[in-house]
């Protein structure tokens, strides 16, 4: 049991508010269950934490164990949906500085990203960072053709081939991507690299409990099996199309209630420094899912207290189309007992005997205080322990919420035609034949 709660307690709304979505939300939960693994409607992460490959699942695990033993990094290629999920869960769940740390005490390979940019810097900050250092490679594209990772797969493939030669190059490199359409799938059959499958119906920021994240995220050391657990208990927890009882629902209809009031802008907040980049796969999920027809919250994030020293000016005092969601880590994993000190010139005595996370907590509460009284609504979301269960649980929670919400605001939350736009005008500049 992970205890996801959410609070509306904060967020001004009135419970009979919320009750009148029950037959919007009624029809949304529908047409969702309606033939949910229909492969046109990109529906497969529905039920995904019970039915997916499990022949795929353990062959993830024992890929992962042989790149824990013959490599010190693992270089992750892959943008958007491929990309995000994996980093996403890797620096909530491992040590904060887990790529600074020595071999040993890290014990599993360095776990690095590119493919996600266009920068020559980047790129090449990465090969000196890679050195002499055993790698292999998980490339992950669902189309197979996108610009950011096939560049840097071919600059990868090539790095690869020159240091480990062709055949051991073959045997370092893992592709995951459709199953038989794209340039990746036809390169990765003439080279026989080894396959995973980025399943037809599943769209790729809904795809990071299938290989796209597994992979990376189990050579991490991370406990994919329990992940899918938390992804299982909030499967189970939100099938319930009564809002009453579905919290995952009341969010979504919580988020078109504001927006309807004028709040445009949704802020995920953080207090922990590890769930940054979990904000940045949520606005992906969230921003790629609804902003369409001229619709949808801007979906932003802030790490607290970091950004209350940034930001904190703006959504105290700016410009009130904003509300917030944060994220409350019950209990922190680790603590750290404030000392008393015997000059006490920084007057920190008061905090003799708290923690550091008693303060992060009272820094919270006095925020949400305050942005409540400079009317910036509040929706709180609850874990009792940042955990493989609970990310996997929130994962979930959110993909749904997501889902429901774009339905509410009748858009389609499974494609994203708006970003063929730039694609359009950068291959033309390039003179793409
Ligand atoms: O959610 C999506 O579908 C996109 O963000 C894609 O994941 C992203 O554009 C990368 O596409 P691909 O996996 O085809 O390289």
């Known amino acids: 049991m992970t205890n996801l709660r959410v609070d509306l307690d904060y967020s001004g709304i009135q419970n009979k508010e919320l009750l009148d979505y029950q037959k919007e939300v009624k029809a949304v939960h529908q047409e969702l269950y309606s033939n949910p693994n229909s492969e046109f409607d990109f529906k497969g992460w529905l039920d995904l934490p019970i ?16 790149i824990q033993k013959n490599s010190e990094v693992l270089l992750v290629i892959g943008i958007g949906g491929s990309y995000l999920g994996a980093r996403a869960v890797i620096e909530a769940l491992t040590n904060t500085f887990y790529n600074m740390l020595p071999a040993k005490q890290r014990k599993y390979p360095q776990i690095l990203f590119a493919g996600n940019n266009l920068s020559p810097n980047y790129m090449n900050d990465l090969i000196e960072c890679i050195g002499e250092k055993d790698i292999s490679i998980n490339v992950i594209s669902k189309s197979g053709t996108t610009t950011e990772p096939a560049i840097a797969f071919r600059i990868f493939r090539e790095f690869m081939e020159s240091k480990y030669g062709l055949d051991e190059a073959r045997k370092r490199i893992y592709v995951t991507t459709d199953k038989d359409k794209g340039a ?57 199309d009564n809002i009453k009882y579905n919290e995952c629902y009341q969010y979504a209809v919580a988020r078109n209630i504001l927006y309807k009031k004028g709040k445009t802008n949704e802020i995920l907040v953080n207090y922990e420094p590890k769930m940054a980049y979990f904000t940045e796969w949520w606005k992906q999920l969230f921003g790629e899912s609804e902003g369409k027809n001229k619709k949808g919250i801007f979906p932003c994030g802030a790490l607290f207290t970091t950004d209350l020293h940034s930001l904190g000016q703006y959504i105290q005092e700016g410009k009130r189309n904003l509300f917030e969601t944060v994220i409350s880590i019950e209990e922190s994993k680790t603590d750290i007992k404030i000392k008393k000190d ?76 708006g970003v063929e736009a730039y694609k359009k005008n950068m291959f033309k500049l390039l003179g793409k034949p």
């Open 51 to 66: 039915n997916y490959d499990k022949k795929e699942f353990e062959r993830i695990k024992k890929v992962a164990k042989k």
């Open 342 to 417: 015997a000059e006490n010139l920084d007057g920190l005595n008061y905090l003799e005997g708290k923690t550091m996370d008693f303060v992060n907590k009272k820094a919270m509460e006095g925020t949400i205080e305050a942005h409540i009284f400079g009317n910036v609504p509040n929706i709180k979301i609850s874990i009792t322990k940042l955990n493989e269960e609970a990310i996997g649980e929130l994962i979930y929670f959110f993909e749904l919420a997501c889902a429901v919400s774009a339905g509410l605001l009748k858009v389609n939350p499974f494609n994203q035609p």
């Open 184 to 240: 990746l799938k036809q390169l990765a059959d003439e080279e026989e690299y080894e396959t995973f499958v980025i399943p037809d119906n599943i769209g790729g920021r809904y795809s990071v409990l299938t290989a796209v994240g597994l992979l990376p995220i189990a050579t991490a050391g991370i406990d994919i099996d329990k992940l899918m657990l938390g992804a299982i208990e909030a499967k189970s927890r939100y099938l319930d």
